[in-house]
């Protein structure tokens, strides 16, 4: 059986931070049901290469007692982030092919998407654009 591994602000804020990137996290919705924001948490990370992540936990997934305890997040969308606007990676990566944005994300992917953005090198861009590949 696999583990069950729920996402907060915190932990998500966390793993970016061991990453080495700068980061902001703000919760979105309270316990009661009527909460304004559309989100359960939102965190968005900038890392020294100048690329970003803008990662939402847009609802709470509810689980059987046994699973965890009421409403959690187990899934996030993730969008990246290049000079400040949504973007593809460049071809040849796993992720964000064709699309700015990666739905439905477990922790494990997250961290492979948390990998693949801190190693990228934003001259692969231009070189793309160059070749017209990108």
């Known amino acids: ?5 729920p996402m907060t602000a915190e932990s998500v804020r966390e793993i ?6 700068e980061v902001f996290a703000r919760e979105g919705r309270s316990d009661s049901y009527g909460a304004p924001r559309d989100f359960s948490f939102e965190v ?3 890392f020294p290469n100048g690329m970003g992540l803008h990662i939402v936990a847009r609802q709470f997934n509810y689980r059987d007692p046994w699973e ?3 409403r ?11 000079d400040g606007s949504y973007s593809p990676f460049p071809k040849g990566y796993p992720w964000f092919q064709g699309t700015d944005q990666e739905g439905g994300i477990d ?3 997250l961290r492979e998407i948390i990998g693949c953005v801190k190693g ?3 001259k692969v861009y231009l070189l793309q654009e160059l070749t017209g590949d990108l």
């Open 68 to 70: 965890a305890a009421g």
């Open 72 to 82: 959690v997040n187990d899934m996030v969308d993730v969008s990246l982030l290049r």
């Open 107 to 109: 922790e494990k992917g």
């Open 1 to 5: 059986m696999e583990e069950f591994t």
């Open 16 to 21: 970016l931070v061991r990453e080495g990137a």
């Open 44 to 46: 968005k990370a900038l």
């Open 120 to 122: 990228l090198n934003p």
